[in-house]
């Protein structure tokens, strides 16, 4: 049960404001980065962690979830985590330079590298980052100018739901959930957060090539308009939306909602409940949007030693694989695999399948400086959250 | 009883300090009353006065920031925008809806209370009133949503009858804001009932009114005040609150796209401009509830 309500947490809250994003990929550094650290000294015997909830647990919250003891005993760095709930209190609290470590979303991950909070790595430090899925490696949230900031943690995608019965045939399309003229009119569902407007973008990318979207959170005015007239529209045959994920699972076990966007967590719940909810969740032919986080060390910290130890620690497979089941969420490591408790794990994620992944847009906050390079011309967060309120009415 | 040395009461400094004190009894009123009240203008009035400057600043999307200029532009995005208008008006019409349903289901609950209960029943029914609001907000919604939900108590116990709940939604926020404010109105109405003197009902009988004609010519203008009063809780708590319609609807109001601006893109000016429509109409809300003479049944 707490875990449950910890899972619950941690996943609404991890995933709600967990933002990353995706482009084009740069150059590999082989060499140090600039102002990176060469290499690693004595540990400093302490090491003070930002992160989300569930990320990091030392068995306090769950004697059976401990990932963090055996660092502490063979490094001696005491660990102390911080919880952040959101990315702007993460963000924040960086800032102040107590802290050495953040599990970073890739709404603050740009944020702290472009105000300076967090520094180079040296990836070469990292023995276990060579084992990191290269589609994860390389990103716009975790690498600026060839330059990589953090390593991966894990990541998800956002699904299409359906309940199998009542959804024939069978979808393999957004449009069953953007149609206004779609026959599940009033039991479709949507998620209730400004971000979800990259999931209209991603449609219309395909739908409507035209308008030149190439990245979903990159969007000029044009674009912008488009995506929230395609939500406005979709508005009329929503049911419900869903902001806590229980919801969803009680509207699809209900029959409230029949389809809709939804994580993996939320399938497998319907699936594995008794008596199972006849749903299907697959990723369209559209692709998706998704999340993936970044450990990020912060420029200012006190404890650099210890947050590379740690960094390679938590990207180590056992502990990948521990860390990312538990939140529910591929792993970043690819020997995590073979280690987790159910041995579908990977699969059920699709942690090993690039094809899957190459589809899926990783969340990352709208700036003005279009994140596809094309200028100052795009719609900042603050608009596709004043939009959000036009939208939902 | 022997006045010996008699220096020693006076030399303690604390005795000397109180004898000061006591010739200066505004310098006491001072002292009692600064701290509290430092408080209330520091830390209520300052962060209002501070909220409502916020709504003249503009957010910083570049640096995610404010931008300290003093603007309009916040007000008039409002203003120029047809959500805005339309989520208002839903938020006061919910505000009333659940004031009216508070103040008739409170009315006949307070009136067996303060007029018809014997001091025994009264005291019960007191605790039993106040007893929900010792428990915790979240736990009272949340419960109402185990309640509310598909397979929740409600349709329980509705499916033999052949019927079915509200389920989330609008009807859900109107019932919950119901329950959790009811004792707010009934309270304020007990008290004013109770201060209705028996003489007047007496003299009411005596000239002839009946049970209607006393109730509605005699009991309900005296008792309107208070009404009013307890209107002013229940009407303000549903303005103001997000918690609710997040946890039993998807339906936003006021509070939402506050706690959304505020929480999500961290657009603080943009939120403090929200917050000042609910303000305004409580403040015209209060305006009206004085002319009513609800300040002298609190």
Same mark, same amino acid.
């Given at each position: ?393 | ?62 640096? *995610? $920031? ?9 007000? =008039?995005?409002? !203003?120029?925008? &047809? @959500? ?123 000239? *002839? $009114? ?9 009991? =309900?203008?005296? !008792?309107?005040? &208070? @009404? ?71």
């Amino acid at each position: 049960m707490k875990g449950s309500i910890r899972r619950t947490l941690s996943a609404g809250v991890g995933l709600t404001l967990a933002l990353a994003a995706i482009a084009p990929g740069a150059t590999l550094a082989q060499d140090v980065p600039e102002g990176a650290m060469t290499e690693i000294g004595a540990p400093e015997g302490a090491l003070e962690i930002v992160a989300w909830a569930g990320y990091v647990e030392d068995g306090s919250n769950d004697p059976a979830l401990d990932w963090v003891s055996s660092f502490e005993e063979e490094t001696g760095c005491q660990v102390n985590v911080t919880l952040g709930n959101t990315s702007d209190e993460m963000f924040t609290l960086m800032q102040s330079g107590n802290y050495d470590l953040v599990s970073a979303s890739g709404d603050a991950s740009n944020r702290l590298i472009s105000a300076g909070s967090v520094q180079p790595i040296n990836l070469a430090l990292i023995p276990n980052y060579v084992d990191v899925f290269e589609g994860l490696k390389n990103k716009p949230h975790n690498t600026v100018n060839g330059v990589p900031y953090g390593v991966p943690h894990g990541r998800g995608a956002n699904l299409l739901m359906y309940n199998t019965e009542a959804v024939t045939p069978a979808p393999d399309s957004w449009s069953v959930v953007f149609d206004p003229a779609s026959p599940y009119a009033g039991k479709v569902t949507a998620y209730d957060s400004p971000i979800y407007i990259a999931d209209a973008a991603v449609y219309l990318m395909t739908h409507n090539p035209e308008l030149g979207i190439t990245n979903p959170y990159a969007l000029d005015e044009t674009q912008f308009a488009a995506a929230v007239d395609l939500l406005k529209q979709q508005r009329a045959i929503i049911g419900r939306y869903w902001a806590l994920y229980t919801d969803e699972i009680a509207a699809f076990q209900s029959g409230d909602s029949v389809v809709g966007t939804t994580w993996q967590v939320i399938a497998n719940v319907l699936q594995g409940s008794e008596p199972a909810t006849p749903i299907e969740a697959i990723l369209p032919m559209e692709g998706s949007t998704g999340w993936s986080d970044t450990w990020m060390l912060s420029s200012m910290a006190q404890h650099p030693n210890c947050g590379y130890l740690f960094m390679n620690h938590i990207i180590s497979p056992a502990v990948n694989a521990a860390a990312t089941e538990y939140f529910g969420e591929a792993p970043a490591n690819t020997k995590s695999c073979a280690l987790t408790a159910d041995p579908n794990h990977c699969d059920t994620y699709h942690a090993t399948d690039e094809a899957y992944f190459d589809k899926v847009y990783y969340w990352a906050t709208p700036q003005k400086e279009c994140l596809d390079g094309r200028g100052p011309i795009c719609k900042d967060y603050a608009e596709w959250t004043m939009a959000w309120t036009e939208i939902k009415g | 009883m022997t006045t010996t040395a008699g220096t020693a009461p006076h030399a303690s400094p604390s005795r000397r300090l109180q004898a000061w004190l006591y010739r200066r009894p505004r310098l006491q009123l001072v002292l009692l009353l600064a701290l509290p009240l430092l408080a209330l203008v520091v830390a209520y009035l300052g962060s209002l006065g501070l909220l409502l400057i916020n709504a003249f600043w503009r957010y910083d999307p570049t640096t *995610g $920031g404010l931008d300290r200029t003093f603007s309009l532009a916040n007000f =008039l995005q409002i !203003a120029g925008s &047809a @959500v805005y208008r339309t989520i208002t008006l839903r938020t006061v019409g919910l505000a009333f809806l659940v004031t009216i349903t508070c103040a008739a289901i409170g009315f006949p609950v307070a009136y067996y209370m303060a007029r018809i209960a014997s001091p025994r029943v009264r005291g019960l029914l007191v605790v039993t009133i106040l007893l929900p609001l010792w428990a915790s907000y979240l736990v009272k919604v949340f419960a109402w949503r185990a309640i509310l939900q598909e397979q929740g108590v409600l349709n329980w116990l509705l499916r033999p009858l052949g019927l079915e709940g509200p389920g989330y939604g609008d009807v859900a926020v109107w019932l919950v804001f119901t329950y959790l404010w009811l004792p707010y109105m009934i309270l304020p109405i007990q008290a004013g009932l109770e201060r209705i003197p028996s003489s007047l009902l007496e003299a009411s009988a005596d000239l *002839g $009114g009946r049970t209607g004609m006393t109730f509605r010519r005699v009991i =309900l203008p005296l !008792a309107f005040p &208070a @009404v009013v009063a307890g209107s002013i809780f229940t009407f303000s708590l549903t303005l103001g609150d997000y918690i609710t319609p997040t946890l039993v609807s998807s339906t936003q109001f006021l509070g939402n796209v506050v706690q959304r601006e505020v929480g999500v893109s961290g657009n603080l000016p943009l939120a403090a401009a929200v917050a000042t429509i609910p303000i305004i109409v409580m403040l015209l809300y209060l305006f009206v509830a004085r002319r009513l003479g609800a300040f002298e049944a609190l």
